[in-house]
């Protein structure tokens, strides 16, 4: 990593909040923190802007292109908690530190989880479907396609991390059972039942009625769901994506949709997002859709700022570790 001179002070600090929705720079002027900053809304404003930065504030509108004219930049803040977009080992060459998001989102994203589950199994997405028609829907006599119950459900989750964890908690006050993989299941911090190393995913997906992704996007997740993966779950039960969608076989699921190897699916990431209008899962009945919104509450603003002002005090006392380090 190159020396770079001492961290500017709080004082001499210049923010650039990069973010086409976000009013990150409203939310650090409510807290009077003392510390100057500016929001680009656009690609075309954060590039002509993106050199009067010491401290960077981005996810989606990153480009590597941004480094060649970001001379002062010391911090780069990822507003997520992915980070695969940055060019980690070019940002530790420069001596710019990076830490993501961890965390931020975690109360949204697991409750986002049984939004989607219960969007299944109560049938809403129908039900809505139905209101907008004006269609009154008669009692089902065939109890297969009834709506259903969570008690005495297996959850399977792949990822027991901060949000896969909390998942685990909301499952048990639901009197689901909850099976999980984790690297190392001794570190496991939610109320699961069992917990897997990776290698025996396989345990988790025969068992459980819905599978939950939440675990990182790397090379040991990209692709972690497809045809095999499908083939040994049971025909009743229900995929739910909330990690990224690189992490799962889209073509195979689409086949495992189709032809009823799964029963349904509940998706707020796509490996190509915005997803094509020409999709084929927009037209899916056994598919709930969210357009990657698990995360985006009317809090999140508040926790990334949190985030940010704690690590920005830390190197303003010239300390080396960061919360959510990552470089």
């Known amino acids: 990593m190159a020396n770079p001179s001492p961290f500017p002070s709080k004082e001499a600090l210049n923010i650039c909040f990069a973010h086409i929705a976000y009013h990150m720079d409203e939310t650090l002027g409510r807290r009077q923190s003392g510390v100057k900053s500016f929001q680009a809304w656009t690609p075309e404003d954060l590039m002509a802007r993106v050199g009067e930065a010491d401290v960077l504030v981005i996810s989606g509108l990153w480009t590597n292109e941004l480094l060649a004219s970001a001379s002062r930049l010391r911090y780069v803040q990822s507003i997520g908690a992915g980070y695969d977009q940055f ?3 070019e940002l530790k060459a420069r001596g710019i530190r990076l830490a993501n998001a961890s965390g931020v989102n975690r109360n949204a994203v697991s409750e986002h989880v049984f939004a989607l589950i219960l969007a299944l199994s109560r049938h809403l997405h129908s039900g809505r479907y139905n209101q907008s028609k004006h269609v009154w829907r008669g009692m089902i006599s065939d109890p297969t396609k009834r709506e259903d119950e969570l008690a005495g459900k297996t959850l399977g989750i792949l990822g027991m991390g901060g949000i896969g964890s909390r998942v685990a ?7 689901m059972k909850v099976l999980a993989t984790k ?5 496991a911090q939610g109320p699961a039942d069992q917990v897997f190393t990776p ?9 459980s009625d819905y599978v939950v ?10 692709g972690l769901i497809d045809g095999t993966e499908f083939s040994q779950m049971k025909r009743s039960a229900y995929l739910i994506n909330v990690s990224r969608g690189a992490c799962v076989n889209e073509p195979a699921l689409l086949e495992a949709l189709r032809s009823g190897t799964i029963a349904g699916a509940g998706l707020d990431v796509f490996g190509d997002e915005p997803l094509p209008e020409d999709s084929p899962f927009w037209d899916m009945e056994n598919v709930v859709i969210t357009p ?10 508040e926790n990334v700022v949190d985030i940010l002002l704690e690590n920005i005090g830390r190197l303003c006392r010239g300390e080396d570790e960061l919360l959510n380090q990552v470089v």
């Open 292 to 301: 990657h919104t698990g995360g985006e509450t009317q809090v999140y603003e």
């Open 169 to 175: 908690k909301i499952a048990k006050a639901f009197d």
């Open 199 to 207: 290698d025996q995913t396989h345990k988790v997906l025969q068992q």
């Open 213 to 222: 992704l939440t675990c990182a996007l790397n090379d040991e997740t990209r």
């Open 183 to 187: 690297r190392n299941p001794a570190t």
């Open 87 to 89: 060019p980690v080992e």
